[in-house]
Each structure stands twice: as C-alpha cells, then as structure tokens.
C-alpha cells in the first residue's frame, strides 16, 4: 500500500480543489472569490484580494461514539473556511456559494471519505474589522476512518 498525506491534508486538498470552482460559471453563483487559500488569513488581507477564502485546520479528535478495530480508526476533522470581503452583501453571498460548492462537493467527499463534508454554524469575524475587511467563518466537519498506515 502507498505511503498517503495525512488525512487532515488530503480533506483539506479536495475541500480546495472544490472551492476553487466557485465562480464557474458565474451564472450558477452569486461571487468570484479572487482567492481560495489554505491557512489562516493575514491581517489585514489586502482589499485587492477579496472576495477571498480561507481554508483553516482547527482540529482532528476521536468521536465519542467511534468505535476502533486493529485495523481502522474514526476520527472527525475540524475545518473552518473564512470568508473575507469588503461589506457584508458580499460576504454572505459568498457563505451562500461555499454552501452551494459543499453541497454539490458530496459526491467526491463521499467517494474519497465515506462521508460528506458537513456545514455547521456561521458566525460573523472581527479579526479583520480594523482593515476594513468583512470577515465571516463556516465551521465544517466530516467524519473519517484512518488505517494504521497512512492516518
């Protein structure tokens, strides 16, 4: 069996993969981010560069419910994708397209994990409010099974 990246990278490279679509065409979404990065967002993110996402790890923990055998381990990982804009409209119009990208993305989660990627809470952001940028932050999990050779 191939040595695999970790879980976690390879949650987050399709999740990338798949937001990169927003935008395409534009008639099926309501922004064009300018950007879809992996990590935490600058402070402040240039205006130039916005609408923009960011893809942040947060965490990887054992499900209080997950049974493990000698071979497989579950685990739920804990993604937050930022979205950055220059007002509000904009902001929660691309929350709106994120959704929409998670949403149509179950197929390919579902073929590579098992399991879809699952939208949680939506919360506006102050980090950026000083810039003048807009910042808001969906909480996503999904809910793997690692082997003992590539967790």
């Not at 065409?25 to 967002?41: A, K, Q």
């Not at 994708?81 to 509000?88: M, R, S, Y």
Request: negative net charge.
């Amino acid at each position: 069996m191939p040595v695999l990246p970790a879980i976690e990278n390879r949650v987050i490279s399709l999740l990338a993969t798949q937001l990169a679509g927003i935008g395409t065409p534009s008639s099926s979404y309501l922004t064009v981010p300018v950007r879809v990065e992996v990590g935490v967002p600058a402070n402040p993110v240039p205006t130039e560069d916005l609408p923009a996402l960011f893809i942040q790890y947060v965490r990887t923990e054992v499900p209080k419910d997950g049974e493990s055998t000698l071979t497989k381990h579950p685990l739920r990982i804990h993604i937050l994708i930022w979205c950055l804009a220059l007002d509000v409209t904009t902001m929660l119009s691309l929350k709106a397209d994120v959704l929409r990208q998670i949403y149509a993305s179950e197929a390919a989660f579902t073929a590579s994990f098992k399991q879809p990627l699952w939208a949680m809470d939506f919360a506006y952001r102050d980090e950026q409010q000083q810039a003048g940028n807009i910042a808001g932050a969906l909480a996503t999990f999904i809910d793997v099974e690692v082997d003992h050779a590539n967790p």
